[in-house]
């Protein structure tokens, strides 16, 4: 019979258990935005809104007594309002102004057609390169 190589039978066993805690550990990372599970969304959610609200503040500065909206607060708040509005499709549709505004224009057009095949209860795929 032919003699193994012990070390070269240890290392891989080495590298097996490595490469294994390694898909466990990106497993667990990806964990935090499993939105099948609507306790983790939820959270995810809270998270997100408080992060806009921050951001929020601290372009815009506290809105004294909490009463005014953000627009009628100052003119570069009216300004910075205008960008984030909301953007509302027939059916109630609703995408934060705050992502809208970053979507390219192709990507706009694909939220619209993915939006009116679903309003068809037509199914379809997008793709990219």
């Given at each position: 019979s032919r003699d193994k190589d012990p070390s070269s039978e240890e290392d891989y066993v080495d590298d097996l258990i490595q490469q294994q805690q390694e898909a466990a550990a990106e497993r667990d990372d990806l964990a935090d935005y499993d939105d099948v599970d609507d306790a983790v969304y939820q959270t995810r959610l809270e998270r997100h809104q408080e992060q806009l609200e921050l951001k929020r503040q601290q372009q815009q500065g506290p809105i004294e007594g909490g009463s005014q909206d953000a627009a009628a607060a100052s003119p570069a708040a009216a300004d910075a309002g205008a960008e984030s509005a909301d953007v509302v499709f027939?059916?109630?549709f609703r995408v934060?102004?705050?992502?809208?505004?970053?979507?390219?224009?192709?990507?706009?057009?694909?939220?619209?057609?993915?939006?009116?095949?679903?309003?068809?209860r037509a199914g379809g795929i997008m793709g990219d390169e």
């Amino acid at each position: 019979s032919r003699d193994k190589d012990p070390s070269s039978e240890e290392d891989y066993v080495d590298d097996l258990i490595q490469q294994q805690q390694e898909a466990a550990a990106e497993r667990d990372d990806l964990a935090d935005y499993d939105d099948v599970d609507d306790a983790v969304y939820q959270t995810r959610l809270e998270r997100h809104q408080e992060q806009l609200e921050l951001k929020r503040q601290q372009q815009q500065g506290p809105i004294e007594g909490g009463s005014q909206d953000a627009a009628a607060a100052s003119p570069a708040a009216a300004d910075a309002g205008a960008e984030s509005a909301d953007v509302v499709f027939d059916g109630g549709f609703r995408v934060p102004g705050t992502i809208w505004a970053q979507l390219f224009d192709y990507q706009r057009t694909g939220v619209k057609w993915l939006w009116e095949l679903h309003n068809q209860r037509a199914g379809g795929i997008m793709g990219d390169e």
